[in-house]
């Protein structure tokens, strides 16, 4: 497991798409090349655009993994870089089935614990010029997650990622149970007791089972 790229971006009003409309927003995250203080709201000189769906604690530090990309390099017939799907880390070796909520890592003096999964907005469609990536995104699985941070420190691009605790929720299952519409009451229920899932799952979640019972 290695960081492959740290990837950061103040926020600024930019052009999605047809370049009509401008909005706020973090997404076009370029390579840092020397070591940078991972704070607990993220990395230092990066934020996001809208504060009520992205960031905070529990949404620190957004991670993709790059075993993805030739996938989607084959679909999209375009090179993927790191940053392409917003995310703050690329790395090797940690794809969704291999990372659980509650894994804890330590990355450079930091250490950090996996909150969520990600869930793709409307905003990769327009940055990847596809209006169905969304959709393809959930479909594959290949969404990415989310960590808090426990510990802040610095990191810098390259340095290998070590476990220091195994959570048992897989961010795959956590999707899985999203994408068919989160109907297994005894799988959300797992899910909810889960210390390390972050507020809004668990409120998300709540809120669905509510429907059920």
């Known amino acids: ?22 909005i706020k927003s973090g997404i076009f995250k370029k390579p840092v090349s020397q070591p940078i203080l991972l704070d607990y709201l993220g990395f230092e000189s990066d934020g996001v655009g809208d ?9 620190a530090v957004c991670v993709y993994c790059v075993d993805h990309f030739s996938y989607w390099e084959d679909k999209l017939q375009r090179e993927i870089l790191p940053g392409s799907f917003g995310e703050n880390l690329s790395v090797s070796n940690m794809s969704e089935r291999a990372v659980n909520i509650g894994d804890v890592f330590e990355i450079g003096s930091s250490q950090v614990e996996v909150s969520q999964p990600r869930q793709p907005c409307h905003k990769l469609n327009k940055v990847f010029n596809d209006q169905s ?51 297994n009451i005894q799988q959300m229920q797992e899910l909810i007791s889960l210390k390390a899932l972050s507020d809004n799952w668990r409120e998300m979640l709540k809120k669905r089972m509510n429907k059920y019972e």
């Open 133 to 183: 990536m969304a959709c393809s995104i959930k479909k594959t699985g290949f969404s990415g997650y989310y960590m808090r941070v426990l510990k802040p420190g610095v990191v810098k691009p390259g340095t290998l990622i070590k476990k220091v605790y195994q959570g048992h929720y897989s961010i795959e299952k956590a999707n899985a149970l999203l994408r068919k519409g989160g109907t």
């Open 1 to 22: 497991m290695k960081i492959i790229s740290i990837n950061t971006t103040s926020p600024a009003r930019v052009s999605l798409a047809n370049g009509l409309t401008k």
């Open 51 to 59: 504060t009520r769906i992205h960031g905070g604690k529990d949404m």
